[in-house]
């Protein structure tokens, strides 16, 4: 797989496992991300986010949010 591919990866599998943590749509969660980039968070900290676990990453993101003023 390519790191290209494995980024795509990450993003993927990190929305779906916080659509699920943060009990909302597809939708709700894209518009979160046109607020917040959260893909482009998860594809830019890629390197460090691929060696931590996907809690991990939730609260790294979560954090994020906050710092941008939002709130999940």
């Given at each position: 797989?390519?790191?290209?591919e494995?980024?795509?990866?990450?993003?993927?599998?990190?929305?779906?496992?916080?659509?699920?943590?943060w009990?909302?749509?597809?939708?709700?969660?894209?518009?979160?991300?046109?607020?917040?980039?959260?893909?482009?968070l998860?594809?830019?900290?890629?390197?460090?986010?691929?060696?931590?676990?996907?809690?991990?990453?939730?609260?790294?993101?979560?954090?994020?949010?906050?710092?941008?003023?939002?709130?999940?």
């Amino acid at each position: 797989m390519t790191l290209k591919e494995r980024k795509i990866f990450l993003q993927v599998d990190m929305m779906y496992y916080l659509i699920k943590r943060w009990g909302i749509s597809l939708n709700e969660f894209l518009d979160l991300d046109e607020r917040y980039n959260i893909l482009r968070l998860l594809r830019l900290g890629y390197e460090p986010f691929h060696l931590t676990g996907d809690e991990g990453i939730a609260l790294e993101v979560e954090k994020h949010i906050k710092e941008c003023g939002g709130r999940v």
